[in-house]
């Protein structure tokens, strides 16, 4: 053999395994063309091109695509989230030998469990979630043995969860979240010995069923989700001996019974989300997990009060137990935890004084107690560190002033603190605090006077009921952004000023009982969106402005009890008015022809002047001498008047139905307020108009005519509900439509729902 020769055969040898190296580079890559053109060459994948052909020279080696991870050269990772493939999953996909990884989350994959899959004998991860897969899991899923991590979560598979899935036992993940299973969920899974996270939360159609008590001896498992999934019973005793234990969320169920006394023992625990249950007695008193960082037991039936063991608790950053019955007082070594953010313990029957170093140690945003029987100060340091947001405390029994750190607080945006017995002036930065757009402070003894200025996006201010004085200040007319303005039931004195007729946002304004005085101004500058305007028991005289009948918004009209004259502008009839009181004044003349009929009987009262042209109102007949006011024709005015006759008729059946409130408005509404149990359904009645107010409680009917319609509802104009809601809008929210593509990654710190 000469040299050459061996040379020569060196370089065959060499070529030669470089060669079947490329073929079967080549195999690898012609399965993944394959599967391009299976998925109709979605352009997400326009990449995916032969280097060898001369016209594609731009692409590269598909060990170099993005979405495949090769090793040593041959295929193992295929990752295709989110590439708008819409096709099934061919079997040939498994000519790729050594696949480990497959992700095809994201897609709109069709059709039943690609079972092809089997044969990827190398199968470790399988993530088809968030497709549109559906059948049932086949009952020989063990055959990929394989697994140790599943994600089948979010697609349209129902049926039950085979039992054989307790065979994957290499599985350290099992993601079966939002499905439309209708089985219960099966023991075995409690056979996964190495199970780290079991997520199989949103199964909203499964049977009811206890949590199976096979799921504690999951010793390994740190995540724990099955929120929203028809699970009743009690939560199994053995649940604290789940010492891995780092997520436990098993909230939106029917799980009744006490919370088991370990619950708190895994070491490891961070998060415990069992709200919105039926559980009852105590909160376990004993904590072990001092690294919790989020408590929320809210929406229970729990009784007792809060562990001072929570007062151990420096790494929580957020505690939620409102909507139970809790009582007690707050411990005093919670109000001094270092990470809390967020305290939400409204709606309980807390009492006792608040902890008085909220705020001081922590960087609390949310501080919400209200609706309890907590008394004394508000805690005194609250917005020490400015991060204050929301500070809801109403319905309590809270005496002595608003905090003074509340006067320096620029992140505050809420601020609802009526029905306690505050008083004292109101701190002068609260006004002006930069981000400010509720301050409720009605039916409290505050006194002080209104400022010139308050935050720009102010947009309702309620301070009903307590002893404010002074004017109304001129500088009104820069709370551009005001909506609601109540202030009823206190000492304003002097005139309305004309400034305050210049803000475009206000529907609702309440000044009665004050001491207003002198006339209305005579002209309205804006008011375009007025809807309410009450004016009631005051000193107020001189003429009503005609200007008030282009008010199209207006439905609410109460300028009883005042030292009105003049006549009642023609342009008044025009409005769509459902409450109009103009009783006790001085008013003479002849009625607006459209207030001629019973819905308006009330409406006049005490006028010893006015008169109309029929003797059924209770008011004198005209003389026939009196020149008739002209009264502003209106197109199909005898057609409109047809209707509101109909109507009155329709409505002044309700009205005996419901109590209707013709007089002082806000009399009627404080007895309505202790005569109703309820304590959101307020007040309920009548209006006849279309712009729904913000909040309706209830439809009652819907009457049309050719050119007008009544809705008949029931609604609240108070914001108690804001406590409320904040809790229960935002469990609506995660119940009712769970978001379709996000609902995995479940919010953890700060933003405690
Ligand atoms: C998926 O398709 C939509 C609409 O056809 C397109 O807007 C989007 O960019 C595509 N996404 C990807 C990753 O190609
Ligand atoms: C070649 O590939 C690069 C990077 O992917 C791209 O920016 C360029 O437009 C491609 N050129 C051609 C001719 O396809
Ligand atoms: C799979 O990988 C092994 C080595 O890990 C290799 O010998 C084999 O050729 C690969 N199979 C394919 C089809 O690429
Ligand atoms: C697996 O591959 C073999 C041989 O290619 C084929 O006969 C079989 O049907 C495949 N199994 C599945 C479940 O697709
Ligand atoms: C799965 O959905 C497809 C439509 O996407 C439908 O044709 C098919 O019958 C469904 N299969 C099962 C088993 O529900
Ligand atoms: C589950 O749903 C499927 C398809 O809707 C139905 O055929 C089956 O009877 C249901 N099973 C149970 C236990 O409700
Ligand atoms: C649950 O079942 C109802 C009634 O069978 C069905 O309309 C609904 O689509 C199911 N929900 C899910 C998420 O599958
Ligand atoms: C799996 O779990 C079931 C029910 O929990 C049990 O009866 C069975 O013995 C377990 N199987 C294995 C192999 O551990
Ligand atoms: C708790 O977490 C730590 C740190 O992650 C870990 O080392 C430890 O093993 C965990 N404890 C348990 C009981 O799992
Ligand atoms: C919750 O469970 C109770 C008692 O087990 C039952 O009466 C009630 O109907 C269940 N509620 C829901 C919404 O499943
Ligand atoms: C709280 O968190 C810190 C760091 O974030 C950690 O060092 C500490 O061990 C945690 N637990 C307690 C009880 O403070
Ligand atoms: C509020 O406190 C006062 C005095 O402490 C008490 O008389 C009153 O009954 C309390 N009111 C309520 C509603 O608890």
Known sequence: MTITTIFLSFLLLLFGLANSESQLNDKEQTVLLKLKQHWQNPPSLSHWQNPLSLSHSNSSHHCNWPE????????????????????????????????????LSFNFIPQEFPKAL???????????SQNYFNGTIPVDIHRLSGLRHLNLGANDFYGNIPASI??????RTLKLFQCAFNGSFPQEIGNLSKLESLQLAYNVNMTAAELPSSFTELKKLKFLWITASNLNGEIPDTIGEMEALVHLDLSINNLTGKIPSSLFMPKNLSIVYLFRNQLSGEIPRVVEALNIDVIDLSDNKLTGSIPDDFG??????????FFNQLSGKIPDSIGRLPSLVVLKVFSNNLSGTLPPDFGRYSMLVEFQVADNKLEGKLPEHLCDNEMLVRVVAFNNNLTGELPKSLGNCNGLKIVIVYNNRLSGDIPSGLWTSLNLSVLILSDNSFTGELPQRVATNLSRLEINNNYFSGTIPAGVSSWRNLVVFEASNNLFSGTIPQELTSLPYLTT?????????????PDIMSWKMLNTLNLCRNKISGPIPPELGNLASLTELDLSENQISGQIPPQLGLLRLTLLN????????????????????????????????????????????????????????????????????????????????????????????????????HKLKYRVQLNIPTYLVKLLCFISFDNSKLLVYEYSK???WIGGCIGTVEHQTSQCSPPVKTIEHHSRVGELR
């Open 68 to 103: 495949i991870t090769c090793t040593s050269g041959t295929v193992t990772q295929l990752l295709l989230q989110n590439k708008n493939i819409t096709q099934t999953v061919p079997p040939f996909i498994c000519d790729l030998k050594n696949l480990t990884v497959i992700d």
């Open 118 to 128: 089997y044969n990827c004998s190398k199968l470790e991860d399988l993530d088809l």
């Open 166 to 171: 307790g065979q994957l036992t290499e599985l």
């Open 312 to 321: 151990r608790l420096r790494n929580m950053t957020g505690l939620s137990l």
């Open 509 to 521: 304004l309440f000044l009665d009982q004050n001491r207003l005085s002198g006339s209305l101004p």
């Open 582 to 681: 103009l009783s006790s004044n001085l008013l003479n003349g002849r009625i607006p022809i459209q207030f001629e009929n019973d819905a308006y009987a009330n409406s006049f009262l005490n006028n010893i002047a006015l008169c109309a042209s029929k003797p059924t109102l209770n008011i004198r007949k005209c003389d026939s001498e009196i020149e008739p006011v002209k009264s502003i024709k209106h197109p199909s005015q005898c057609f409109v008047l047809i209707i509101c006759m109909v109507a009155a008729a329709l409505l002044g059946l309700l009205a005996s139905l419901f109590v209707v409130r013709f007089h002082c408005k806000r009399k009627i509404t404080k007895s309505w307020r202790s005569s109703l149990k309820n304590n959101f359904l």
């Open 718 to 720: 108070t914001i108690d």
